[in-house]
């Protein structure tokens, strides 16, 4: 064989081999391009289902930790309210107190001439049956600025307003220690009391025991539902003191109430006894209404 042929039959292999080859690469080529596309396709898939997967993850800690803090905000609004209504009654004790400064020490009276039935320590009113005008009550002028008793937050009164047509409105939610402060009394041998006169509140200076002597308190009744009730009853009637009273201190502030006493301080209790005498239809106990302190007695009330 010639020489030129066998040098052209070579050329002709070599270009085979390097085509073949060419292919070869071609199609491995096209072989990683798809397997990398997969494998692209598979982290891109990967990485969604694990940012799903921690979406859920800090959904679930959100409303793990809102479960938690749920109770402690509350607890912190109620907190927020029971201080707004200390400083309520600190307000309602100063302006008692004034009052009796420029009434020759004589507190203000609860209800005067009780009987009519117009007039009470928060307000006055023309007609039984008309809510009281707490602007026109004995203690506006020492009641600072706005001259006005502040509501205590937790009392729901438009609420109670709406079912019983204001019993009592204007109180603020607050009940007076009229059975020995808010009208004078006297003590017979016996033990049981009389009034004196309800057109005034008792002597400034009959007072023994200040800092233990309830003034004001958070207040509400029993009657057919909660009702707005402007005094703080004690535990027995003063006039027949074998006789029980319907309580009306309310313990409203998550079962604890606000004391106010006659030295000017106010502080918390927690109720420890209540009774109802079956007379009205509501249950005090069931309504938050009761007495606190361990002393079955008018210790915390009366003037000795």
Sequence with gaps: MPSEVRKSARAEARGSVHGNADCVNADDDA???????????????????????????????????????????????????????????????????????????????AAADMLRNLDRWHGQRDKPNEPFDSTRGPLVPYLGPD?????????????????????????????????????????????????????????????????????FTDSAFAGRRLIEYSFAEPRFHPQFPDFRADPSIHFRHADQTNIGWCDGHVDTHRRTFTWASGFYAADPDKLGIGWFGTADDNSLFDLK
């Design 31 to 109: 072989d990683g391009l798809a397997r990398g596309r997969n494998s692209v396709t598979h982290q891109r898939s990967g990485r969604a289902a694990f940012s799903v997967l921690e979406l859920l993850v800090v959904m679930g800690m959100i409303a793990l930790l809102a479960a938690m803090l749920l109770p402690s905000l509350a607890a912190a609004r109620n907190q927020a309210k029971s201080v707004v209504c200390r400083s309520n009654l600190s307000q309602i004790i100063r302006a008692d107190g004034f009052y009796a400064e420029d009434n020759d020490g004589v507190y203000c009276p």
């Design 147 to 215: 001259a006005a008793i502040h509501q205590c937050p937790t009392f729901p009164a438009d609420e109670i307003a709406e079912q019983s047509k204001g019993f009592e409105r204007g109180c603020g939610g607050y009940g007076y220690n009229k059975a020995f402060v808010g009208q004078q009394v006297e003590q017979y041998a016996s033990g049981e009391y009389r009034v004196v006169a309800d057109q005034a509140g008792a002597s400034v200076g009959h007072l023994t025991r200040p800092a233990e002597t309830i003034m």
